[in-house]
């Protein structure tokens, strides 16, 4: 049976990213990032995939989604809608990684949302994750950490599960 998992790390107005870029960059958000989806595929917008410093990432079946039919990357598995990138998933476990794009459309889809909660808010935000309904999901966990030299903000990881209808 097939999993389909979101991660992302919003700030506490929902907004992930900015210019194209993230929010901020924090080593323990990567790390945790980097432990929750290797092995895994992953299933991303092709603007979210160009914003990687170094890409595709290792470890894991990078799957793009792109309307230019001409597109492609090196060991990458190009999708040309939501539905294409998902049948194409080799795990049974695929993580949707953005952005507000692919977010959007995918979260009906969504069964388990990692998410980083960054206590900080940023005006000059310009990509959000969609509005979540609470009512529709069960926090299943929540590991609090303080900010330090290598990590500027306080953050939450919170694991929350679909409520079963
Ligand atoms: N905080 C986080 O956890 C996190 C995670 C990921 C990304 N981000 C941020 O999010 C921002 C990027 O988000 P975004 O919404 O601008 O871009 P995106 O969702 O990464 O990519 C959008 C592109 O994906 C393709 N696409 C999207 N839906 C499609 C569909 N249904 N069928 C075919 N192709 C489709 C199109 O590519 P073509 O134009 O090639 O057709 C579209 O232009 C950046 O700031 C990034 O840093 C944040």
């Known amino acids: 049976m097939r999993s389909i998992q979101a991660i992302v790390a919003i700030d506490e107005n929902g907004a992930i990213g900015r210019q194209g870029d993230l929010l901020c960059?924090?080593?323990?958000d990567m790390k945790h990032?980097?432990?929750v989806t290797m092995g895994h595929s992953i299933v991303m917008g092709r603007k979210t995939f160009e914003s990687f410093p170094r890409r595709p990432l290792p470890?894991?079946?990078n799957i793009v989604i792109t309307r230019n039919a001409d597109w492609q990357y090196p060991g990458v598995t190009v999708a040309h809608s939501l539905e294409e990138a998902i049948a194409a998933a080799d795990t049974d476990t695929v993580f949707i990684i953005g952005g507000a794009q692919v977010y959007a459309e995918a979260l009906p889809l969504?069964?388990?949302l990692h998410l980083t909660l960054i206590h900080a808010r940023w005006a000059s935000a310009d990509a959000f994750f969609p509005p979540l309904n609470m009512e529709e999901w069960e926090e299943v966990s929540r590991e609090h950490h303080?900010?330090?030299h290598?990590?500027?903000y306080e953050f939450d990881f919170i694991t929350?599960?679909?409520r079963s209808l």
């Open 25 to 28: 960059h924090m080593p323990a």
């Open 33 to 35: 990032f980097k432990e």
């Open 59 to 61: 470890g894991r079946q």
């Open 110 to 112: 969504v069964g388990v």
């Open 146 to 148: 303080a900010s330090d």
């Open 150 to 152: 290598r990590n500027a």
């Open 160 to 162: 929350l599960k679909r």
